[in-house]
């Protein structure tokens, strides 16, 4: 059984920094893309970026340059550092894997196994 599991979420200042992970069971994820979303309150799940198989990473505008996204195929584990946190990234955080090998997306609807997710809640 495939299972994602996010952690590392909190309260956090304006300007501060964390770093969420992603570690996954189930079977290896080497060749999946690994994507990052998050979910305000009352808001559409949106993509925040995502990881290849060989480690390339894309992000959209509104986190390009504050969010890096990691991968560490040895521990099946995939990150997400924030930087420069500001109150509109509160959310629920979530980590998907892609239904195929070797494609990445930007569409939820391309990532195939879901994380519970995780709460990020940034203070002004």
């Known amino acids: 059984q495939v299972q994602l599991v996010e952690s590392g979420g909190g309260l956090v200042q304006a300007g501060g920094s964390l770093r969420l992970s992603c570690a996954a069971s189930?079977?290896?994820?080497?060749?999946?893309?690994m994507g990052w979303f998050r979910q305000a309150s009352g808001k559409e799940r949106d993509f925040i970026g995502a990881i290849d198989w060989n480690g390339y990473t894309s992000y959209p505008d509104s986190v390009k340059g504050r969010f890096t996204i990691s991968r560490d195929n040895a521990k099946n584990t995939v990150y997400l550092h924030m930087t420069s946190l500001k109150p509109e990234d509160t959310a629920v955080y979530y980590c998907?894997?892609?239904?195929?090998?070797?494609?990445?997306?930007?569409?939820?609807?391309?990532?195939?196994?879901w994380g519970q997710g995780t709460q990020v809640t940034v203070s002004s």
């Open positions: 189930g079977r290896t994820f080497s060749s999946y893309a």
């Open positions: 998907a894997i892609h239904r195929i090998r070797l494609q990445v997306g930007v569409s939820a609807d391309a990532y195939q196994y």
